[in-house]
């Protein structure tokens, strides 16, 4: 399955979630471009519609593997598992964190500015990205949106690997992915349009 871009993508995925309309669900975009998926996902099931900053916390030789994760009200993750297997050095681990909470701050004053994240607390949360290659990052929102005590979280994506579907399945309470294909050599490869958003326009978005 092609998708013309983003926008088209969420358009189409928001047809398969018909059933949480009725729950008025948080639709939260992973920045940046899991936003405009989520804004066509909320064009056709409605709700409210926000963002989740999450910064992994990568291990340093290998970054992509998370061995912890970050959110914007200060809450922190451990992957025990991978910290169970690696040797990194608390000030190293210290000096990523800083590293990612300064990105963290810098994307929250860009895309909030002064207003406050809508609280998850009790809602049906629905976590959009543009796709899920390794799963990583989905895995990571999943656990501090956790944290913030929702009723149910649901994540939806377009396109997904097999082995990612597996590990987010864990973390969350339903999973709608439209297209898994046998072989996924990159999420780009599900768009016609996959250019890199700027800045601008996730802020065009959410206001």
């Keep these: 399955m092609i998708y013309t871009d983003r926008a088209a993508a969420g358009r189409a995925l928001g047809a398969e979630l018909g059933h949480l309309r009725a729950s008025d669900p948080l639709v939260l975009g992973l920045p940046r471009g899991g936003v405009p998926v989520a804004a066509g996902v909320r064009e056709i099931i409605g709700g409210d519609l926000d963002i989740l900053l999450v910064r992994k916390l990568g291990v340093p030789w290998q970054p992509e593997l998370a061995m912890g994760a970050i959110g914007e009200d200060g809450t922190r993750v451990l992957n025990r598992d991978v910290l169970g297997h690696i040797s990194v050095a608390p000030a190293e681990f210290a000096d990523i964190e800083h590293a990612e909470r300064g990105e963290l701050e810098r994307r929250r004053a860009v895309w909030r500015g002064d207003r406050a994240p ?14 899920m290659a390794t799963g990583a990052t989905v895995v990571v929102a999943c656990r501090v949106a956790r944290m913030r005590e929702p009723a149910r979280i649901v994540v939806a994506v377009p396109v997904s690997s097999s082995e990612a579907m597996d590990r987010v399945a864990l973390e969350c309470d339903e999973l709608v992915c439209p297209s898994v294909p046998e072989s996924l050599g990159g999420v780009g490869t599900a768009y016609q349009d996959f250019h890199q958003l700027a800045d601008d326009e996730v802020t065009a978005l959410l206001d």
């Design 118 to 131: 809508i609280p998850l607390t009790g809602r049906t949360v629905l976590i959009v990205d543009d796709g």
